[in-house]
């Protein structure tokens, strides 16, 4: 696009930009168990959502580098490294503010931030290493003086940390946006407070409706359904958003259900309430939330 029109292209950056920034959302948001209709305005969202999204490792690890840093300081090395991460942290701070400011928010757009403090929270688990050395190297058990406390300790830690990190991995495979941080409380706490949902469970609503119809002519309303949904759907999908009405579903077969869509009751409470007094003929749950919901149409529309 920069070959053909790079001062369009700027432009459209640029001027994207600016509106995420101030004009907020076309759709309402869900957070902290509150509908906004157009704008977050609660400064909490972007640190919750950072420790909803971090695993207890990284803050165990960001814990114990602040701590670290309020050691003496030994040498002109370790007055490097302090300066290194105050840089680090004031990025991850300065950019959190900023994204706060804009009109615009989703967890997604802070990002950027996970890398420093992931290397952060590195640093603080090689500081906590280094200090239990310095205590055990005189006080092991004489059958534990042939071995390096610190390779030991180190070993330990690292199996530990790592553990930890792969049992998230596993736990949300291959769907990883469905973790959230146990210290906060886990998936079920997440659904109360996190919007839920980036379009994850979609494709095994398509494979569930490509199975039991073989119609090529099946008509399908779903959220997200001229984006991921229609990439697994060998039927014909229509976008079940914020226009959709009553009367516009009537003529399909089947309608598919969004978690995020219903935490923030969209289309709106018309069909929402016609939906809920039918039965869903299946339900998509990963990590334990349940983030669709297929309800087959009544033949007669009614």
């Known amino acids: 696009a920069m070959w053909v029109d790079p001062l ?52 165990i690890g960001l814990l114990l580098a602040l ?7 030994a ?6 490294l302090r300066r290194s ?11 959190t503010v900023m994204m706060t400011l804009g009109g615009k928010k989703f967890d997604r757009y802070l990002l950027p931030v996970f890398g420093p403090l992931d290397l952060i ?9 280094r200090w239990l050395q310095e205590r055990l190297v005189l006080t092991r058990p004489a059958f534990l003086r042939t071995v390096s406390a610190g390779t030991l300790i180190a070993l330990l830690l690292a199996g530990g940390v790592i ?16 973790y959230y941080n146990p210290l906060m409380g886990g998936p079920k706490q997440a659904e109360n407070v996190m919007m839920i949902g980036w379009g994850e469970g979609l494709d095994q609503a398509a494979y569930y409706l490509n199975l039991h119809n073989r119609s090529s002519h099946t008509l399908v309303w779903a959220w997200y359904g001229e984006g991921c949904f229609c990439y697994f759907f060998e039927g014909r999908s229509r976008e079940l958003n914020a226009e959709t009405t009553l009367a516009d579903i009537s003529n399909g077969d089947y309608v598919v259900v969004y978690r995020n869509q219903l935490q923030r009751r969209l ?8 939906l809920e007094r039918l039965e869903p003929v299946y339900r998509v749950w990963l990590n334990g939330i349940e983030y669709v ?4 149409l009544p033949a007669d529309g009614g």
């Open 121 to 129: 929270a590195g640093v603080g688990w090689f500081t906590g290493l």
């Open 67 to 73: 701590a670290g840093s309020f050691r003496r300081q």
């Open 267 to 274: 289309p709106n409470e018309e069909v929402l309430a016609y």
């Open 8 to 59: 369009g292209v700027i432009g459209k950056v640029l001027g994207g930009a600016s509106d995420y920034a101030s004009g907020g959302h076309t759709n309402p948001l869900f957070f902290a168990g509150r509908i906004y209709e157009h704008s977050i305005t609660d400064w909490s969202f972007y640190p919750l959502n950072y420790l909803w999204r971090t695993t207890p490792p990284v803050v």
């Open 293 to 296: 919901r297929i309800y087959r």
């Open 75 to 80: 040498n002109d090395s370790d007055d490097d």
């Open 85 to 95: 991460l105050f840089a680090l942290a004031l990025f991850a701070v300065l950019f």
């Open 163 to 178: 553990g930890c990190q792969l049992a998230a991995v596993v736990q949300t495979f291959p769907y990883y946006f469905t």
